[in-house]
Nanobody, 125 residues
Framework: QVQLVESRGGLVQAGGSLRLSCVAS????????MGWYRQAPGKEREMVAT???????NYADSVKGRFTISRDSAKNTVYLQMDSLKPEDTGVYYC???????????????????WGQGTQVTVSS
């Protein structure tokens, strides 16, 4: 089993900053990409930022230049630094990881996508 646990979000004023973190734990042999998604009320979940095992990153156009994703592979942790926050950044933020899990004794491995429970970020105007 693999679990992803996000740090607590919070309430911040427009123009402020917030940093999220997400730790993956459990039966992990390798992690490919890790990323952050968000879902605003009444809207579909959207990709915010993704970082791949080689270090390349991808951002939604709406957050480019304001958000920075990074990871500590040794700690199976991904971070999202959010600066110059806007009210439209409000939503539930989810961490996602593409993980190789399995059982070393049986030699059975598989890749799967795992999600955190989500954390609320609210930006007031």
């Amino acid at each position: 089993q693999v679990q992803l646990v996000e740090s607590r979000g919070g309430l911040v004023q427009a123009g402020g900053s917030l940093r999220l973190s997400c730790v993956a734990s459990g039966s992990i042999f390798s992690i490919n990409d890790m990323g952050w998604y968000r879902q605003a009320p009444g809207k579909e979940r959207e990709m915010v930022a993704t970082i791949f095992s080689g270090g390349s990153v991808n951002y939604a156009d709406s957050v480019k230049g304001r958000f920075t994703i990074s990871r500590d592979s040794a700690k199976n942790t991904v971070y999202l630094q959010m600066d110059s926050l806007k009210p439209e950044d409000t939503g539930v933020y989810y961490c996602k990881a593409n993980v190789k899990s399995g059982n070393a004794q049986s030699g059975s491995y598989y890749w799967g996508n795992y999600w955190g429970q989500g954390t609320q970020v609210t930006v007031s105007s």
